[in-house]
């Protein structure tokens, strides 16, 4: 959740003629990893609780790559850059572990 907000907080500075591009590209993909998380911890299952943290994990990846994108535009500087890429890359190796931890957990009747 603080991610989401980080990203809001960036991209209300970036250009008026970016609202409908990057600014809504980031804040989407942004969301998307919290709202997957959120409806794969719901999900019932570990394979799809599994499906739902790998589609977060994507779009972790994809903002990922718009930071690189807006940086080069000069949207936001690199410190900006460096400080939310560091929280992805955090974000993408718990994810990556809760998948493996996921993916060894024992079969019940649950599912």
Known sequence: MDL???VYRL???FPGKELYGLT???R???TSIAL???EGSGAGTDIEFKRFLRIALRSNY???CGLEIVT???YCDSFQR???LHRLDELAAMLSGLCRRLQFSPVTAEG
């Open 4 to 6: 989401v907000e980080e």
């Open 11 to 13: 991209t209300e500075n």
């Open 24 to 26: 809504a590209q980031l």
């Open 28 to 30: 989407r993909a942004a």
């Open 36 to 38: 997957n998380i959120a």
């Open 62 to 64: 994809e903002l990922m």
């Open 72 to 74: 080069r535009l000069n």
């Open 82 to 84: 460096d400080s939310l």
